[in-house]
């Protein structure tokens, strides 16, 4: 599995170390509230919710630069809109990794 890292958010920083860390800040908290709501969602099997927390998480996995898990998310929010949760192992070994990954920044 590819790795997150913070290429995109030093970017957006331009080297500036109180805007990266805004940054940072920002990705790990709407990212635990995020995945709050989507198990929440799961739990549920409300499909439509679930597609749209799957949507919001897609930002986060695409600002950490993983593309490859990108492509797995957007398959997944699509198969979602179809009552299908093909792919949803997948996407939550994702979460799995930006979890370990948000504890170590």
């Known amino acids: 599995m590819e790795k997150p890292n913070l290429e995109y958010v030093e970017e957006l920083a331009s080297g ?8 940072i800040n920002v990705i790990k908290n709407e990212f635990i ?15 439509k919710k679930i597609a749209e927390n ?11 630069s993983l593309d490859k898990s990108y492509k797995i998310a957007n ?24 979890s370990y990954y948000l504890k170590t920044i």
């Open 54 to 64: 799957v949507h919001c998480l897609k930002h986060k996995i695409s600002i950490l």
């Open 16 to 23: 500036d170390e109180s805007i990266r860390e805004r940054l």
């Open 75 to 98: 398959e997944f929010e699509h198969n979602l809109r179809k009552l299908n949760l093909d792919k949803v192992e997948d996407f939550e070994k994702i979460l799995v990794v930006i």
């Open 33 to 47: 509230e995020e995945k709050e709501e989507y198990y929440k969602s799961l739990k549920n099997k409300d499909y």
